[in-house]
Nanobody
């Protein structure tokens, strides 16, 4: 089984920056995508960004240009650098790992709170 541990959430002022990290442990696969979703109160969960084993990235339009996702395959970690944060970015951010081999399977982190407020 895979366990995902997130860190880096907290309170930040509008226009500020925050860096989230997610570390995977347990069974590590050779081919998998990792990324982030977020969910604000009363809103549906939405995709933030994804990154494949090979480093291909995908961002939601509202985050493009402000957020950057990266991964370190040697450390089995993924990071989300968030810049120019806005109050509407306030949400619980969830890390996920999805196997892209024949077996498949998706794993989720516990979520970390990001609050953007003055």
């Amino acid at each position: 089984q895979v366990q995902l541990v997130e860190s880096g959430g907290g309170l930040v002022q509008p226009g500020g920056s925050l860096r989230l990290s997610c570390a995977a442990s347990g069974t590590i696969f050779s081919s998998y995508a990792m990324g982030w979703y977020r969910q604000a109160p009363g809103k549906q969960r939405e995709l933030v960004a994804t990154i494949t084993t090979g480093g291909n990235t995908n961002y939601a339009d509202s985050m493009k240009g402000r957020f950057t996702i990266s991964r370190d395959n040697a450390k089995n970690t993924v990071a989300l650098q968030m810049n120019s944060l806005k109050p509407e970015d306030t949400a619980v951010y969830y890390c996920y790992l999805r196997r892209t081999d024949w077996r498949g399977g998706t794993y989720w982190g516990q979520g970390t709170q990001v609050t953007v407020s003055s």
